[in-house]
RNA sequence: GCGCCCAUAGCUCAGUUGGAUAGAGCAACUGCCUUCUAAGCAGUCGGUCGGGGGUUCGAAUCCUCCUGGGCGCGCCA
């Protein structure tokens, strides 16, 4: 597939190198920040490059001279109309008419080949998202997690990643037997017994449920065993599955799966990634035996400094090592997500990237060193932090659920106001940003809630096909396009968006940023709408200008379809 | 005490990784429906990019020091 946009790329460098034979840049000249990119103000041109700017130094020439070089050269390219030097040096470029129109049948042919692209060239990537602890239903913030986690692995397959979605199930942890605990607390009390919840056991009313569902199954089997060794072994499989079952069906209601529900339970079942990464560790002498200080910043009473298993995250900068066994010998917290990760490397991954909560930084970031320490390479865990989901409802704090144990449910949040509404605001935001959704603009058909924005304008592209028929203009025939009509700057804005739009996806993916494609849509969407408003589509008197227009409309409508569809937001045909 | 994140228009936020006169939406005000959907468009108003210093052709962006906010900080989970 040959893009305008890459192709006039190709042309610059091409461009370039010939001024290096011709001796006017120096051989040894780099290249690698020339850019071509969409200048910020539209009357600046079509497209821009910074090239003159970058390489006047290395050229011992002004910035402005070096350009006035360069500039004949890329005009010898059929598809640039026009071109000049501008401000401290850049070149504006525009494009001609039949250039556009045939960049719109490119979309047209293919439009699955035209934004697909491959930075990623198949690598493989471990997305971990979501990943919360299977005890109860997925709370609002959690669902920010899942939408972020969800787009972006949309976005990494687009953009030539070979991906492969994750959850770890931890169920290994103390939390488990208080799960169990409260469960069977319930369960006795179905039987009329007594309520005796176990110490910070869960309330909500889902633990009923669960506890409904075991006696269904079970009758009174579990009355009489109160051993909770016993209760764990028999019941904890049962009572994590009915928590994955509420959380997969709250993630299904959105769109989002995964390849594997990674069960740590299990993992340990089966060997000790831990011995080997620790084995490794030890060998490059990042894991030795020794005592901690006691730490500062906090009073503790008769601390007792023993022999640990610890590794020198004081070569990284940190304060103190870190534990990878406590003192009875049991792999800590952080020792536990090393096996993990050492787990995610012998299945080949090459790189992982994983959503977390950004006051989990404390915890991850050791982690990240103990992975560079394992492998050499500084970025092979990747996090990607995202703040907090604040939710209000008119101002005011909304009302907790009772069922799901005094949290704000993402399900109840995504009954209330669509898949699609929660999706696009969570994606409205970078991740790193704290963020407020509030319910009752949420619904409002405002700019407050920008998706409607973008849908409609995907609807009026729609439209304008129904109203073509309606008037009995036929279908498009291309050869009879008139393209001098593709020259409003209303029209060349949408032009200029779908060239850059798999540009956009790369420099997205790369960055690890999929709010970007959320702003891209609603930038794409105002191109549009600004259009739509300023010109007339359909004309039956002239049906060359029509054509040239209809196609442009039909090549956006499958540019902003995929957009769309990497938000896994729908694309209504009417609003 | 230490580490990480943040500070941009009255409010909520972008800012293409160092580029041109710092941009949107909301709010306020002014216009545009006999015309492909007004859930829209065009415009006005609004800025010491928290502050000082540095790096260079060029800084909201990079370095440094302040100020002010948020999160985290046992061998717990």
Known sequence: MERLFDTLHAHLINVLENLKQAEVLPQEADLSNVALEQPKDETHGDLATNAALVLAKQAKTNPRALAEQILPKLLEHKAIKSGDVAGPGFINLRITGDAWLSEAQLVLADSEAYTKTDVGHGQKVMVEFVSINPTGPIHIGHGRNAVLGDTLCRLLE???????????????????????????????????????????????????????ALKDKDGNKWLTVICPDELLSELREFCVNACMDLTKGDLDELGIWFDRYHSEWEMHQQGDPLAKAVKALREKEYVYEGKLEAPKGKDIKDYQPVDLTLFKATEYGAEQDKPIYNRRGNATYFGQDIAYHQHKLDR???RLITVIGADQQGNFTPLKWALEALTGYKDVLHPFYYAHVKTLR?????????????????????????????????????????????????????????VFYVQYAYARMAAVFRQQEEMGIPSVDASQADTSVLNSQQAINVLRHIILYPQMLEKASVAVEPHRIAFYAMDFAAAFHSWYNAEKFLDAENLPATYARLLVVQAAQLVLKDVLAVMHVTAPEKM
């Open 348 to 350: 080949g991954f090459e």
């Open 394 to 450: 008119d101002g005011q704090p909304v009302k907790l659920s009772k069922r799901a144990g005094n949290i704000i449910a993402l399900s109840d949040v995504v009954r209330e106001v669509g898949g699609d509404v929660y999706r696009f605001h969570m994606l409205t935001r970078k991740g790193d940003t704290p963020l407020t959704f509030d319910l009752a603009k949420a619904v409002e058909k405002s700019m407050d809630n920008p």
């Open 158 to 212: 687009k953009t030539g990643y070979n991906v492969y979605r994750e959850y770890l199930v931890n169920d290994a942890g103390n939390q488990i037997l208080t799960l169990v605990l409260s469960v069977h607390a319930r369960y006795l009390e179905l039987f009329g017994e007594k309520l005796e919840l176990p110490e910070d056991g869960y309330v909500g009313e889902y633990i009923i449920e669960i506890a409904q």
